[in-house]
């Protein structure tokens, strides 16, 4: 049968959010709410904000007889697990957001165009293809003798349009075809935009496939751990990351934005433009920031799965999440195992501890009151904590220390005398840098002081300005010695 192909992708495609919020019997509903909230006006929305949105048009509703019995943050979850919405947590956010997804912009966009009706075989879209087609043979051309000749042409054409000019005769498209142009350009660039949420989603497949790889990886090194233990951005130089890639630096470029942004306000200034609507003209004016915004969002992304998929393996913790998993497929293989030798009536006599939470009343709950939990003795002050020399390095490494006011410090310190502690010269001039200086001071005496038994004490103000003491070993700077 050859039906047979179609109907496995038709079959496929229906159990898709697309089709599914099509098919849907509130799909009306659904696909009004979300367009009005999270396409139409804004594209992403707080929780808070979009629950309570939603809350206020499901009452509307209501009032008007339809029928919608749960709560709005009830339907909000449904479509967030039918895939009609997506949910994240922006870096720095202090809530979730609400967006929709891809599938969801399909059928925004397929419905829409059901409903504006245009005409679909217009001149500007056929131009358009006959351009690019006679692009393409140009730029495959391999004859120079041809492309001479194409060349020579196009100058010609060029030399002519030029003297029309000068004589005065100026020809402009017509306002009718000018603004069919301008429509089709605003439908194309649309489509961008929106192409940009469909790369997000494949870079998320792509970062769970990696993390699926790694997990099924049996061995001590994988294909991907030596990747990645290597240095290697494996999203970032997969196909996807090297397309989006191009494609940003093209957008990002100066002088294409610069020519992008003078196109456009000469094209908002001119007479037919005022034919285009309120929405179309803001489209529009919005277009470079639109884009930019949508690409700089992918790229904030590609750049976080890239991170977070090397942290995840130089921390390793993915070894643990290795051993989790082959623990699970030990316990279902061990279950597949017995499943013939226990029948799923037989009582085991296994009691398991803890496996849910005790239910009470919500009267039975009492606030928390920490006045009950003071001590009832007063705090006593506490012994200066010491600092190990050994851990000095390390805390180098993470901080960066003003070595050379520091040296100053000790070599004014040692013009007045012939040695000086670390205390000494912390109590002639005070710690600037807090426990960054102390640390500093430590380094230096460790390579150019000279220990003796003991300890001292010393002290410094904090950025948050508490007093704060500490032990360190007694270690001496010598005239003689510092550099």
């Known amino acids: 049968m050859k039906a047979d192909k179609h109907i496995a992708s038709y079959r496929r495609l229906r159990s898709e959010a697309f089709w599914r919020l099509l098919a849907a019997d509130n799909g009306p509903v659904i696909l009004a709410l979300l367009q009005v909230h999270l396409y139409d006006a804004e594209r992403k929305l707080p929780a808070s904000v979009f629950h309570e949105r939603i809350a206020r048009d499901l009452e509307d509703l209501r009032a008007k007889g339809d029928l919608f019995p749960q709560s709005a943050h009830a339907y909000v979850m449904d479509w967030l697990a039918a895939g009609f919405i997506e949910r994240r947590l922006p870096a720095g956010a202090e809530e979730e957001e609400y967006e929709l997804s891809s599938a969801t912009i399909e059928a925004v966009r397929f419905v829409a165009s059901r409903i504006e009706r245009r005409p679909t075989t217009t001149e500007s879209r056929l131009a358009t293809v006959i351009q690019q087609i006679v692009h393409l043979a140009e730029a495959t051309d391999a004859n120079p003798q041809t492309r001479i000749a194409a060349l020579i042409g196009e100058r010609q054409r060029i030399e002519e349009e030029i003297a029309s000019l000068k004589q005065g005769q100026l020809k402009t498209l017509p ?78 470029d100066p002088e294409q934005s610069a020519a992008l942004e003078q196109a456009l306000d000469a094209i908002m200034s001119r007479r037919f433009s005022a034919q285009l609507s309120a929405k179309e003209r803001k489209f529009l004016l ?157 380094a230096l005496a460790s390579q150019q002081g000279t220990r003796l038994d003991g300890t001292e004490t010393v002290s410094w103000w904090g950025k948050d300005q508490h007093y704060r003491r500490a032990q360190i070993p007694k270690i001496y700077f010598l005239s003689e010695q510092f550099i």
Not at 207 to 223: H, K, W
Not at 302 to 326: C, G, P
Not at 394 to 404: C, G, M, V
């Open 286 to 442: 919005r277009l470079t920031s639109a884009l930019l915004d949508e690409g700089g969002t992918v790229h904030e992304t590609l750049q976080h799965f890239a991170r977070s998929l090397k942290n995840f393996v130089q921390s390793r913790e993915y070894v643990e999440q290795q051993r989790l998993s082959r623990l699970l497929r030990e316990a279902q293989r061990a279950a597949i195992a017995l499943k013939d030798e226990i029948k799923s009536t037989e009582a085991l006599k296994y009691a398991l501890q803890l496996t849910s939470s005790r239910l009470r009343s919500l009267s039975q709950w009492v606030l928390y009151d920490p006045a009950k939990q003071l001590p009832a003795s007063t705090m006593v002050p506490g012994e200066a904590a010491p600092i190990d020399l050994e851990s000095i390095s390390e805390l180098i490494a993470e901080s960066e220390i003003d070595f050379r006011t520091l040296r100053n410090n000790i070599r004014a310190v040692l013009a007045e005398r012939s040695q000086a502690s670390i205390a000494d010269v912390l109590t002639l001039y005070p710690a600037a840098q807090g426990l960054g200086s102390v640390i500093g001071m430590l």
């Open 175 to 252: 306002e009718p075809r000018a603004l069919e142009r301008a429509r089709e350009i605003i439908a194309l660039a649309d489509d961008l935009a929106g192409d940009f949420h469909r790369v997000r989603e494949q870079f998320d497949k792509l970062n769970r496939e990696l993390r699926s790889r790694i997990m099924d990886n049996e061995g001590n090194r994988g294909e991907v751990l030596t990747a990645l233990f290597a240095g290697v951005d494996l999203i970032a130089e997969s196909e996807e990351g090297q397309t989006f890639s191009a494609f940003w630096r093209l957008l990002t």
